[in-house]
């Protein structure tokens, strides 16, 4: 679990960054999740977009993700902010 000063920092982090995943109108799916988990091993931190025909609330969307293992850093919008600590490529060092 992130304190507020970790997902204040995570937050500023991510500001720059484009979303790199739309999750649509299928919802969030086992390979939409295992393709986010895919890239949060090498990036540690990503923006995702959920696009305006997606059935899902935002938030269940995030507790779905936070129960695989994800951290949410953010909701604003339609845009989640999600974070996982690397095993082999750790970049970012929380406060």
């Known amino acids: 679990m992130l304190t507020g000063k ?6 500023s982090e991510a ?3 484009q979303p790199i995943f739309q999750i649509g109108k299928g919802g ?3 390979a939409i999740i295992k393709q986010i ?3 949060l091993e090498a990036r540690e931190l990503i923006k995702v977009s959920i ?3 997606c059935e899902e609330d935002k938030n269940t969307i995030a507790e779905k ?3 695989a293992g994800i951290e949410v850093a ?3 919008g339609k845009i989640l902010v999600l974070y996982k ?3 082999e490529k750790k970049r970012i060092v929380l406060p």
Do not use: F, W
């Open 6 to 11: 970790q997902k204040s920092y995570l937050r």
């Open 15 to 17: 500001h720059h960054l």
């Open 28 to 30: 969030l799916t086992e």
């Open 37 to 39: 988990e895919e890239a």
């Open 51 to 53: 696009l305006q025909n």
């Open 65 to 67: 993700l936070q129960e």
């Open 74 to 76: 953010q909701v604003i």
């Open 85 to 87: 600590e690397s095993t």
